[in-house]
């Protein structure tokens, strides 16, 4: 059964500092995954989806990086920002078995002040 | 409209009665999930459409919940003989792809955070 984990569970930074949140899962028969993110009180925003067959991807500020062998994920936030505060959501989708459900880590809730 | 909405935005209901939650997915898309998410944890799935068809509702927790999507595109989530332990925030999402090989990413509703008394 894939379980994913993500480390920190919380994380506090001062503003200007770059920074990582770490995803793990123990199944890397993985079709994609895809980092999101949670504002208070509402839905997840998707931030970037990475194809098993890649290694990274990159939008603005943010770098996630997939290494599916070693069930390891990365998301990279350069030069943050107060804005950037929420929780970040890791999910992988697995080949086969159910229609393509997304499997979700606990979340990092990150905090960063001005 | 553009994205996923979903509503109620809050319900509270006593135990023992029956809800409804309703979602409308982004128009043409084919695909539509419901996710639960406990507080503090991450969305767990509950059931998968592919159009009108439930292709899936292994993550359905017992047979209080039932889901339907009759025309293809609004779906409802409905429980009943609400317990306390159903109290969490329901999530939608659609994506466009109508398989599970589409790389096509979920857009996600902002939920109905359901609360059982």
């Known amino acids: 059964k894939q379980e994913v984990t993500q480390i920190p569970a919380a994380l506090s930074v001062p503003e200007g500092e770059n920074l990582v949140l770490n995803c793990s899962f123990t199944?890397?028969?993985?079709?994609?995954l895809q980092w999101f993110r949670q504002d208070p009180g509402k839905g997840l925003t998707s931030l970037l989806l990475i194809q098993s067959s890649q290694r990274e991807q990159t939008s603005g500020r943010l770098n996630a990086s997939l290494d599916k062998s070693s069930g390891r994920s990365t998301l990279y936030i350069a030069a943050s920002q107060p804005g950037d505060s929420a929780t970040y959501l890791c999910?992988?989708?697995?080949?086969?078995?159910?229609?393509?459900?997304?499997?979700f880590g606990k979340g990092t809730k990150l905090s960063v002040k001005p | 409209g553009a994205g996923v909405s979903q509503s109620p935005r809050y319900k509270v209901a006593k135990r023992g009665q029956d809800v409804a939650l309703r979602c409308d997915p982004i128009?043409?898309?084919?695909?539509l999930f419901w996710y639960q998410q406990a507080l503090g944890q991450g969305p767990e799935f509950l059931t998968y459409?592919?159009?009108?068809?439930?292709?899936?509702k292994s993550g359905l927790p017992s047979d209080r919940f039932f889901a339907e999507r009759p025309e293809g595109s609004v779906s409802t989530l409905k429980i009943q003989r609400t317990q306390q332990e159903d109290s969490a925030v329901y999530l939608c999402?659609?994506?466009?792809?109508?398989?599970?090989?589409?790389?096509?990413?979920?857009?996600f509703g902002d939920g109905t955070r359901l609360s059982i008394l």
């Open positions: 999910a992988v989708r697995n080949y086969g078995g159910s229609q393509g459900n997304l499997i």
């Open positions: 199944d890397s028969a993985i079709y994609n």
């Open positions: 459409f592919q159009n009108e068809a439930q292709l899936d």
């Open positions: 128009s043409g898309h084919v695909s």
């Open positions: 999402a659609s994506s466009i792809g109508p398989t599970p090989g589409s790389n096509q990413p979920q857009h």
